[in-house]
């Protein structure tokens, strides 16, 4: 199993970025995803999962902001990432969990916002 993050970069606040995560190795389509993020010294924080059939659900602080969607045919996650502040800066992972008794993570991708 192979999770596979881009689209990180630099953006102004108020800014949008959309993140993509590559999923091989899996029957994508049954598995639930999420992303995760981590700023320096921290742990990695739960930014919101999407389950094998699209329902979704986010940490209050993304709530409204950010969504998350799948595309089962191309086996790739999305983070649709809007409204950017100073805070969410951080390295997001895409994150495959409890598959073959471990979990799944990308190598994370940077996502910077500058005010």
């Known amino acids: 199993v192979q999770l596979q993050a881009s689209g990180g970069g630099m953006v102004q606040a108020g800014g949008f970025l959309r993140l993509s995560c590559k999923v091989s190795g899996s029957a994508f389509r049954l598995n639930t995803l999420a992303w995760y993020r981590q700023t320096p010294g921290n742990q990695r924080e739960l930014v919101g999962t999407?389950?094998?059939?699209?329902?979704?659900d986010y940490a209050d602080s993304v709530k409204d902001r950010f969504t998350i969607s799948r595309d089962n045919v191309r086996s790739t996650l999305y983070l649709q990432m809007n409204n950017l502040k100073d805070e969410d800066t951080a390295v997001y992972f895409c994150?495959?969990?409890?598959?073959?008794?471990?979990?799944?993570w990308g190598q994370g991708t940077l996502v910077t916002v500058s005010s």
């Open positions: 999407i389950s094998s059939g699209g329902n979704t």
């Open positions: 994150n495959l969990p409890n598959l073959r008794g471990r979990d799944w």
